[in-house]
Nanobody, 124 residues
Framework: QVQLVESGGGLVQPGGSLRLSCVPSGFTLDDYHIGWFRQAPGKEREGVSWIRKSDGSTYYADSVKGRFTIARDNAKNTVYLQMNSLKPEDTAVYYC?????????????????YGQGTQVTVSS
């Protein structure tokens, strides 16, 4: 089955760190742009970060800039989202998306693949 699988979520105290992984099943990520989205309870899904397949350029939402880092490891066929200095407002389900043509930056577009999400909870 072709799919994306996120992992690495969990419960962490404010100021802590987590590293999320986005791993495909049935295809290789190096041919895809990758984006991370999140959805907090009662809120709309929002874009967090993306990385292009061609030149590795990246983007971060203002709310996470300087704290989150997106990176791809083509040898491991994995895209990571390193999250540092976590805040309670980072609590959400985090999703990765992959698309061959479009950079997954906008919510509401049907990208090639979406993962099922991983829960991140930041709380003391």
């Amino acid at each position: 089955q072709v799919q994306l699988v996120e992992s690495g979520g969990g419960l962490v105290q404010p100021g802590g760190s987590l590293r999320l992984s986005c791993v495909p099943s049935g295809f290789t990520l190096d041919d895809y742009h990758i984006g991370w989205f999140r959805q907090a309870p009662g809120k709309e899904r929002e874009g967090v970060s993306w990385i292009r397949k061609s030149d590795g350029s990246t983007y971060y939402a203002d709310s996470v800039k300087g704290r989150f880092t997106i990176a791809r490891d083509n040898a491991k066929n994995t895209v990571y989202l390193q999250m540092n200095s976590l805040k309670p407002e980072d609590t959400a389900v985090y999703y990765c998306a992959a698309d061959r043509v479009l950079v997954p930056a906008v919510v509401g577009i049907s990208y090639d693949y979406y993962g099922q999400g991983t829960q991140v909870t930041v709380s003391s």
